[in-house]
């Protein structure tokens, strides 16, 4: 459709100049009349387009064929150019008498390759030209297409092998809770414990195929996990800071109970005093803030923070994965606790 509309233009631009020659030459010729022969001509390299593209896709002019590749459309072009000229010939003998005769054929013919053929040739070259700048741009769009998919699948595996990381370091702890409650005779809390985390682990392997999911679902699966943890710690002081508003935007799926589990474990566990977690969410700009507060000293969390736990670091790098490196994590001293502040790009990063 584009090609063809490119020779309608040539059309109207030659038939102008026609009828401006005419006119200064102090001639009558009709402009559309001119240009109803103009669109004829120009037709022809038209149909012949289709055909040239092809001859460009199948003899590539590159770096292995060159020399040969630029003769063989030196040649195509020689042959085709006299073809046009030859029906260019044909419709001017036919328009200028109304019969078709060979000497008036040869005449214009003569008059046409002698006048025109360098310059039809070097249009038969731009039209190469753009039959390879098209196929090359085709085939710079697949390696980029290639190159997106193979990277895709990497951040897939690599997000997964963080994952798979995560949910037995969870398992592990949980486990070693259990057993802990169990040789302290408390097997009544054990039990409960199990049994919450038996509809966890089904929320999660429900929800593990997902990147991505609402905020609401990942403060419904905290609210599972701190069920498990009340078993152990009946004075545990949970509050969470629900925004409605942000609610439906999406997070890392399990993104906050690393940072939930820290609190518990290097922070409430670590200070007689210390029982109280909170947890808040607020939209800033085009940045979606979570955060994770618990009582306790901060002494025992920078050192946790600094050897890279399984938890942290897992957080840190899905993070970096998941919005590349447009999202941040930090550890911050206050009011006798520790925040544990994440900030994300609002609803933008990678879901398979």
């Given at each position: 459709m584009v090609i063809h509309l490119i020779w309608v233009i040539a059309a109207v631009f030659t038939s102008t100049q026609l009828y401006l020659k005419s006119m200064d030459a102090g001639g009558n010729e009709s402009w559309w009349?001119?240009?109803?022969?103009?669109?004829?001509?120009?037709?022809?390299?038209?149909?012949?387009?289709?055909?040239?593209?092809w001859l460009g896709k199948r003899f590539r002019?590159?770096?292995?064929?060159?020399?040969?590749?630029?003769?063989?459309?030196?040649?195509?072009?020689?042959?085709?150019?006299?073809?046009?000229?030859?029906?260019?010939?044909?419709?001017?003998?036919?328009?200028?008498?109304?019969?078709?005769?060979?000497e008036v054929f040869l005449q214009y013919f003569k008059i046409f390759f002698l006048n025109l053929f360098h310059w039809h040739f070097f249009i038969y070259m731009a039209i190469i030209g753009m039959a390879h700048a098209m196929e090359y741009q085709k085939e710079s769009k697949e390696r980029q297409d290639a190159a997106v998919s193979l990277e895709k699948q990497l951040l897939i595996s690599e997000l997964n092998t963080l994952k798979s990381q995560l949910s037995p370091h969870f398992l592990f702890n949980t486990l070693n809770n259990v057993i802990s409650t169990v040789e302290h005779g408390k097997t009544r809390v054990?039990?409960?414990?199990?049994?919450?985390?038996?509809?966890?682990?089904?929320?999660?392997?429900?929800?593990?195929?997902?990147?991505?999911?609402?905020?609401?679902?990942?403060?419904?699966?905290?609210?599972?996990?701190?069920?498990?943890?009340?078993?152990?710690?009946?004075?545990?002081?949970?509050?969470?800071?629900?925004?409605?508003?942000?609610?439906?935007?999406?997070?890392?799926?399990?993104?906050?109970?690393?940072?939930?589990?820290?609190?518990?474990?290097?922070?409430?566990?670590?200070s007689e005093n210390a029982s109280r977690i909170e947890i808040g969410m607020e939209a800033e700009d085009d940045h979606l803030k979570l955060w994770v507060y618990n009582e306790g000293e901060l002494s025992d969390h920078k050192n946790k923070f600094r050897k890279e736990g399984i938890g942290l670091y897992t957080t840190r790098s899905r993070l970096a994965f998941v919005y590349n490196h447009q999202a941040s994590f930090e550890l911050i001293p206050v009011n006798n606790g520790v925040v544990a502040e994440i900030t994300i790009p609002l609803d933008q990063g990678y879901t398979p």
């Open positions: 009349q001119l240009f109803f022969i103009q669109l004829l001509v120009w037709s022809v390299w038209g149909f012949l387009s289709p055909l040239i593209f002019i590159d770096r292995q064929t060159y020399y040969s590749g630029a003769l063989l459309h030196i040649a195509f072009a020689v042959i085709l150019v006299l073809f046009y000229l030859a029906v260019y010939s044909v419709i001017w003998n036919l328009l200028g008498i109304g019969v078709f005769r060979w054990a039990s409960g414990m199990l049994s919450r985390l038996g509809t966890f682990l089904r929320c999660i392997l429900e929800e593990s195929r997902h990147q991505l999911i609402p905020l609401e679902k990942e403060i419904d699966y905290i609210d599972q996990y701190l069920e498990i943890e009340r078993f152990r710690n009946l004075e545990l002081e949970v509050v969470i800071h629900k925004k409605e508003e942000v609610m439906q935007h999406s997070v890392p799926n399990f993104i906050l109970q690393p940072l939930v589990e820290n609190a518990i474990k290097h922070g409430i566990s670590k």
